[in-house]
T-cell receptor
Framework: GENVEQHPSTLSVQEGDSAVIKCTYS??????FPWYKQELGKRPQLIID?????GEKKDQRIAVTLNKTAKHFSLHITETQPEDSAVYFC???????????FGAGTILRVKS | NAGVMQNPRHLVRRRGQEARLRCSPM?????VYWYRQLPEEGLKFMVY????????ESGMPKERFSAEFPKEGPSILRIQQVVRGDSAAYFC????????????FGPGTRLTVL
């Protein structure tokens, strides 16, 4: 089955700097890759996703890139703010209503 | 449009009791997924249901756990004879249609087994 690895497990950045979180997946059939942000005690919130027919997607300060050949995808957050501090999870799935397989999460701390 | 609803938000059970967790998907969503999150860990898939059908239960423990999504009413995750290791946050997510894979999560039920 699918296996998703996520790095780093913790990331501390200074406010205004960029943050990059990387994930690799094992199943070449996976073609949907969402990213979730989870604040302490709250629900995971979908912040951006990418499908395998697209190499990059951007939404304001957040961007995701996908390299299907290498089977890895990354989340990029620019101009980080203290409210970006949270746990970020990547996930992978085969499209058409299938389960999400999550990475272990990255604790992002933005220091002001 | 209300989001995914889960109740109760917190549930305390003693070992050996039953736990029932409820999930109402977003309006118009017919697909429900249950995930478990152990303390300081990621989310693990448990089961995927459509109305009156279990589509994928590959993540469900073989014993004590069951799930349903009846024609009317919320989806139910049932844990019989709970043990301390069942203590976790249980999240459900819903999606609108098989061709749209975005899953939106509920607030979770935090189960504590004493």
């Amino acid at each position: 089955g699918e296996n998703v690895e996520q790095h780093p497990s913790t990331l501390s950045v200074q406010e205004g700097d960029s943050a990059v979180i990387k994930c690799t997946y094992s199943d070449s059939a996976s073609n949907y890759f969402p990213w979730y942000k989870q604040e302490l005690g709250k629900r995971p919130q979908l912040i951006i996703d990418i499908r395998s027919n697209v190499g990059e997607k951007k939404d304001q300060r957040i961007a995701v890139t996908l390299n299907k050949t290498a089977k890895h995808f990354s989340l990029h957050i620019t101009e980080t703010q203290p409210e970006d501090s949270a746990v970020y999870f990547c996930a992978a799935s085969i499209e058409y209503g299938n389960k999400l397989v999550f990475g272990a999460g990255t604790i992002l701390r933005v220091k002001s | 449009n209300a989001g995914v609803m889960q109740n109760p938000r917190h549930l305390v059970r003693r070992r050996g009791q039953e736990a029932r967790l409820r999930c109402s998907p977003m309006k118009g969503h017919s697909h429900v997924y249950w995930y478990r999150q152990l303390p300081e860990e990621g989310l693990k898939f448990m089961v995927y249901l459509q109305k009156e059908n279990i589509i994928d239960e590959s993540g469900m423990p073989k014993e004590r756990f069951s799930a349903e999504f009846p024609k009317e009413g919320p989806s139910i995750l049932r844990i019989q004879q709970v043990v301390r290791g069942d203590s976790a946050a249980y999240f459900c997510a819903s999606s609108p249609w098989a061709s749209k894979n975005e899953q939106f999560f509920g607030p979770g039920t935090r189960l504590t087994v004493l």
